[in-house]
């Protein structure tokens, strides 16, 4: 069964820093496609970055990019140059391949962004 | 280009009325899907749509709640007799197959409130 676990419940950054988020995850289908969402207090889902299964190369969108371990099954989310905005609830998330539909959520990480 | 829309953004309701949200997604796309999200945890999947057709439903959907997407462009969660159990965010997302990563966009969500 898919699986998607995220540790860290909370966690804190200095201002310009770079910060990772830890996700985890659990499929038996080869196919799969790993996405982070950032969720302001506002509630809408906001896409950052998509990383599928098969490819070779580490995905990156401006400051967010995703360190894919797929033997290790993980998949962080690293965000550059912390501001102040990125302050927000961050989920990882998965959808398994083959024309799958249904995309999984872990329980998110909330990121504090000290001034 | 505008985004994925839901109404109402609020709903405040007694015990045993019934509710509906509608979602407008993104005009090309032609994947629909609804969450729930309670606080504190991650999306849940409800049900999908690929243009008219309801492909898969959640275990978490009683049969008090029902989805309709008539003419393949906007959709109607109905939720019927709500309980106090009820009360969560309701997301929807609209994604177009065939676009690669198939990633999903999310509305800002109907909060529902049930006294």
């Known amino acids: 069964a898919q699986k998607i676990t995220q540790t860290q419940p909370g966690m804190f950054v200095q201002e310009k820093e770079a910060v990772t988020l830890d996700c985890t995850y659990d499929?038996?289908?080869?196919?799969?496609?790993l996405f982070w969402y950032k969720q302001p207090s506002s509630g809408e889902m906001i896409f950052l970055i998509y990383q599928g299964s098969y490819d070779q190369q580490n995905a990156t969108e401006g400051r967010y990019s995703l360190n894919f371990q797929k033997a290790r099954k993980s998949a962080n989310l690293v965000i550059s140059a912390s501001q102040l905005g990125d302050s927000a609830m961050y989920f990882c998330a998965m959808r398994e391949g083959g024309g799958g539909f249904k995309t999984i959520f872990g329980a998110g990480t909330r990121l504090f962004v000290k001034a | 280009d505008t985004g994925v829309s839901q109404n109402p953004r609020h709903k405040i309701t007694k015990r045993g009325q019934n509710v509906t949200f509608r979602c407008d997604p993104i005009?090309?796309?032609?994947?629909l899907y609804w969450y729930r999200q309670t606080l504190g945890q991650g999306p849940e999947f409800l049900t999908y749509f690929q243009n008219e057709a309801q492909l898969e439903k959640s275990r978490l959907l009683s049969d008090r709640f029902s989805a309709e997407r008539p003419k393949g462009s906007f959709s109607t969660l109905e939720i019927q007799r709500t309980e106090q159990g009820d009360s969560a965010m309701y997301l929807c997302?609209?994604?177009?197959?065939?676009?690669?990563?198939?990633?999903?966009?999310f509305g800002p969500g109907t909060r529902l409130t049930v006294l």
């Open positions: 005009s090309e796309h032609n994947r």
């Open positions: 499929t038996s289908d080869p196919s799969y496609g």
């Open positions: 997302a609209s994604s177009l197959v065939g676009g690669g990563a198939d990633t999903q966009y």
